[in-house]
């Protein structure tokens, strides 16, 4: 049984394309690709996760029905986000505006933007299990179980090997700010949505992030969903900018500076 005394889930939203849509009717790539974790401790994990169970029956859905957001109308969207915002667990999601990305063809190499993501999204995940071990109270050994959403095509041994070498970049004092005694490398795997709860409830979070920063064909996005969640995302010293939120590059605060459907956005930079 594992020591590990957080669970990670990691589940995203959007695509990784670069062939963005032009007017109304185009079907091109999302502006916006987002990558989120939602975080237990392992010791309510299950309580926490069965969650779904009662989403399920709420919902009036099959007793092993995959709760896929984007499959939800608005009204249980809204009422999903509510029952999600009581839980005790923390989510960090990395929003990437991939419009703004100043050298794009980086990002289109094998699994350029995904790791990328996987960067940001773990030293947030590292500074979170090590600031919030509590071994007296809840026990384990202050590192975290993460478990990826199984993609198709994606090769986590390579993921891997991309962590190794940053952490060994760290080693010889580079600038990489995971923290590898709070993420193991060792303890990254991934499942299908299908075979754990709690990736469902990242793939919720990761949706309601991309609402409310892709705008649809009107040029409108849908902000509540992330506003009702506001009270796991995760905070430090009440700072959500940052840790909770990590909107990249900076220049994408330049294209949404005068969208008013993003002042909830704009209000969290200034907290």
Same mark, same amino acid.
């Given at each position: 049984?594992?020591?590990?005394?957080?669970?990670?889930?990691?589940?995203?939203?959007?695509?990784?394309?670069?062939?963005?849509?032009?007017?109304?009717?185009?079907?091109?790539?999302?502006?916006?690709?987002? +990558?989120?974790?939602?975080?237990?401790?392992?010791?309510?994990?299950?309580?926490?996760?069965? $969650? $779904?169970?009662?989403?399920?029956?709420?919902? &009036?859905?099959?007793?092993?029905?995959?709760?896929?957001?984007?499959? +939800? /109308?608005?009204?249980?969207?809204?009422?999903?986000?509510?029952?999600?915002?009581?839980?005790?667990?923390?989510? #960090?999601? #990395?929003?990437?505006?991939?419009?703004?990305?100043?050298?794009?063809?980086?990002?289109?190499?094998?699994? &350029?933007?995904?790791?990328?993501?996987?960067?940001? =999204?773990?030293?947030?995940?590292?500074?979170?299990?090590?600031?919030?071990?509590?071994?007296? /109270?809840?026990?384990?050994?202050?590192?975290?179980?993460? +478990?990826?959403?199984?993609?198709?095509?994606?090769?986590?041994?390579?993921? /891997?090997?991309?962590?190794?070498?940053?952490?060994? =970049?760290?080693?010889? &004092?580079?600038?990489?700010?995971?923290?590898?005694?709070?993420?193991? #490398?060792?303890?990254?795997?991934?499942?299908?949505?299908?075979?754990?709860?709690?990736?469902? +409830?990242?793939?919720?979070?990761?949706?309601?992030?991309?609402?409310?920063?892709?705008?649809?064909?009107?040029?409108?996005?849908?902000?509540?969903? #992330?506003?009702?969640?506001?009270?796991?995302?995760?905070?430090?010293?009440?700072?959500?900018?940052?840790?909770?939120?990590?909107?990249?590059?900076?220049?994408?605060?330049?294209?949404?500076?005068?969208?008013?459907?993003?002042?909830?956005?704009?209000?969290?930079?200034?907290?």
């Amino acid at each position: 049984m594992s020591k590990a005394s957080h669970r990670v889930y990691i589940d995203e939203s959007g695509d990784e394309g670069f062939s963005f849509r032009d007017g109304a009717a185009d079907n091109g790539s999302s502006d916006w690709f987002v +990558l989120t974790a939602f975080v237990t401790r392992t010791a309510n994990d299950l309580q926490t996760v069965k $969650i $779904i169970d009662t989403v399920r029956d709420e919902f &009036g859905l099959h007793p092993k029905k995959h709760v896929h957001w984007k499959k +939800l /109308k608005h009204p249980l969207k809204v009422r999903y986000a509510q029952m999600i915002a009581g839980l005790p667990a923390r989510a #960090i999601s #990395i929003c990437v505006h991939k419009p703004s990305l100043l050298e794009p063809e980086k990002f289109r190499l094998r699994y &350029g933007l995904y790791l990328y993501c996987v960067r940001y =999204m773990l030293e947030r995940v590292s500074w979170l299990v090590r600031d919030t071990h509590n071994p007296d /109270k809840y026990g384990g050994d202050g590192t975290a179980d993460i +478990l990826f959403s199984n993609r198709s095509g994606m090769s986590y041994e390579e993921m /891997k090997d991309y962590l190794r070498r940053l952490e060994l =970049m760290k080693e010889h &004092g580079q600038d990489i700010r995971i923290d590898f005694d709070h993420v193991k #490398i060792d303890q990254i795997s991934a499942l299908s949505p299908g075979r754990a709860m709690g990736l469902q +409830l990242a793939d919720a979070v990761a949706g309601a992030t991309f609402n409310a920063l892709e705008r649809d064909p009107y040029e409108n996005t849908e902000p509540r969903y #992330i506003q009702t969640l506001d009270p796991i995302m995760y905070k430090n010293r009440g700072m959500l900018w940052g840790y909770g939120l990590k909107v990249v590059p900076r220049e994408a605060m330049a294209d949404i500076a005068d969208q008013s459907c993003c002042d909830w956005l704009r209000d969290k930079a200034k907290t």
